[in-house]
């Protein structure tokens, strides 16, 4: 697997550390930036916390820049999109016990979607053991289930091992999240000699193999003698960095390809091979898909976002041919049989592949059918909304059309939160290029993370401006950070659907039990919110008024409320399955 290499690149600003660039006054916190600095790590997302004060001191000195959040949940919601958007990685660093156990979720919902985050967090004083210091708990023990690699470090010399052996871990394949808590007496602990730093290139760096030519050889016989084939490109692809060889192998082959997750827009969803994604209820094309006769899974994981790749949704494995490649072997088990099973780069196999099959576009007609089946869909479900909508507020797909038109033609980065509003903006904005589509929620699926996310998507790529389309629920979890995307220069804009309901959970609740008991909550005027923090503020009670406003030149932090009606979402999910 390829990284990304320009996080291993050192700094040419760096002096070179050795001995003599010790004062005697620097101490463990000198120790993590100069090993984070070494590894091409430039951004740091964290949450003020005492035990952690000489990483801060640290970090400032070597030119690594701290955003600071004002909630550690959102500080680790960041550095997951951090990881997933840069492919390098997020580095989470927060204070002792809760400030620790209020980063879990971020954390956790980094590390069941394979993105590369480093968690650094203080802990209390190795001499009070077991006599009750403050926010004494074994934290890389509890940890340990939602990280690939989770350790305390046990003395002052091994600090800097400790956060290399961290990168190491996050960005070996497959990608994660590693945790590493020091004692904060470690921290302060004087340093006068340090260890010689390894190049992170030799470290955090892993080359997985490609395929021999008898494995291409049977999988270009696989394609060619296919009637209806597909493939199904998932997060691997992007985190291998497989977007050139995947996009010339469909330019000519012209094999219909679903995008999932991170892949979204490496084949852009107009291209007239790309169908959209699987993800769960949104593609018309999913009842087409048991036809396919040759089915071609690369870097995708088999869960729940994905009905598991078996039937009703896949045909059987009697009636097509499977091939799977990933570079994660916990991917590779499944309950189908497979005609070739391939464990290495996604990126290293697709480049042979589109080396060795002939340039031969086919399968037109099958292309044709699966395209209209999903543009069916979503005129459908348009055409049932419209005989549903109220003329007092605006309807979240409405919302959802003006917002996509927005996004086009500027060319934003869009992230999507929430359950309702989120799987509206899911359905209608399609995905134009690799990087612009962003549902940073994974298989874990917590919602909250939007905010964060957008700030990390404006200052990752700071010539786009970013787009959050995001329900009043979800949005209400970090309002605040309005500050801090404030406070850092951030290009956001903010859409909310505010309809008082937490719309995913409300209509599962009600279909079940026709009653909505637990699921409404205020129309709270979050535009009024971003004003009293700083932001511009907008409330929005028609389709026009919100068009004018999206038309207008994006400039700093802007908060859009608009008016909604409660409106179950496009994804209908099975009686007794609920979701945020």
Request: aromatic residues 8%; glycine residues 10%.
């Amino acid at each position: 697997m390829t990284v990304n290499t320009a996080f291993l690149a050192p700094d040419p600003k760096t002096t070179p550390v050795g001995k003599k660039n010790f004062t005697g006054i620097e101490d463990g916190g000198t120790v993590v930036a100069r090993v984070l600095k070494n590894a091409g790590i430039d951004t740091v997302m964290t949450m003020a916390g005492g035990h952690v004060s000489s990483i801060f001191q640290a970090l400032k000195a070597d030119g690594i820049r701290s955003i600071l959040f004002r909630d550690e949940r959102a500080t680790s919601f960041a550095a997951a999109a951090w990881g997933a958007a840069t492919r390098s990685p997020g580095v989470c660093l927060v204070t002792a016990g809760p400030g620790l156990t209020n980063a879990v979720t971020g954390l956790a919902q980094a590390q069941r979607s394979g993105w590369p985050v480093v968690s650094i967090a203080g802990s209390f004083e190795q001499f009070s053991l077991d006599m009750g210091g403050l926010q004494e708990m074994d934290q890389a023990e509890m940890m340990a289930s939602i990280s690939k690699w989770s350790r305390a470090v046990p003395s002052a010399d091994r600090i800097g091992e400790y956060i290399e052996r961290a990168v190491q871990a996050a960005m070996t394949p497959p990608f994660g999240h590693a945790h590493v808590s020091i004692p904060v007496d470690l921290l302060s602990r004087g340093v006068t000699e340090f260890p010689p730093l390894r190049e992170a290139a030799k470290y955090a760096s892993v080359n997985l193999g490609a395929p021999s030519a008898e494995i291409v050889r049977r999988i270009v016989d696989l394609i060619e003698k296919s009637q209806r084939p597909i493939i199904v490109a998932g997060p691997g692809v992007w985190f291998d960095h497989g977007e050139e060889p995947l996009l010339r192998l469909i330019d000519r082959t012209g094999i219909p390809t679903f995008t999932e997750e991170e892949a979204r827009g490496i084949v852009p969803d107009s291209h007239d091979a790309g169908i959209g994604p699987i993800l769960y209820g949104l593609s018309g094309a999913r009842n087409l898909i048991k036809e396919a006769d040759l089915v071609i899974v690369v870097g995708t994981k088999p869960d729940w976002r994905t009905e598991y790749l078996r039937p009703p949704l896949l045909p059987s494995s009697f009636s097509a041919a499977f091939i799977q490649i990933d570079s994660n072997p916990e991917h590779l088990t499944g309950y189908f049989a497979k005609e070739v099973t391939f464990l290495g780069s996604e990126a290293a196999t697709l480049s042979r592949l589109a080396e060795a099959i002939p340039a031969k576009r086919r399968w037109e007609s099958w292309r044709t059918r699966l395209k209209n089946a999903q543009a069916s869909h979503i005129a459908a479900v348009l055409s049932e909304e419209r005989n549903l909508r109220k003329s007092n507020t605006v309807h979240p797909a409405t919302i959802t059309e003006i917002v996509r038109d927005a996004a086009i033609r500027d060319d934003m980065n869009v992230v999507f939160d929430g359950g309702a509003a989120g799987k509206w903006g899911k359905l209608l904005i399609p995905a134009t290029r690799p990087g612009q589509w962003s549902r940073y929620k994974g298989p874990f699926a917590a919602i909250g993370h939007g905010l964060p996310s957008a700030i990390v998507k404006s200052l990752a790529d700071p010539a786009r401006p970013a787009l959050l389309i995001t329900g009043d629920g979800s949005f209400g979890y970090h309002a605040v950070e309005i500050e801090t995307a404030l406070q850092y220069g951030a290009n956001v804009t903010v859409v909310i659907v505010t309809d008082g309901a937490w719309g995913s959970v409300q209509e599962g609740q009600y279909k079940r039990f026709q009653d909505v008991e637990g699921t409404l909550i205020p129309r709270t005027r979050f535009d009024l919110v971003g004003q009293a923090l700083g932001a511009e503020g907008h409330w929005v009670e028609d389709a026009d008024t919100l068009r004018d406003l999206l038309a207008q030149p994006q400039r700093g932090v802007r908060v859009i409320s608009v008016n909604s009606e409660t409106a179950f979402p496009p994804v209908h999910y099975p009686p007794g399955r609920y979701s945020r």
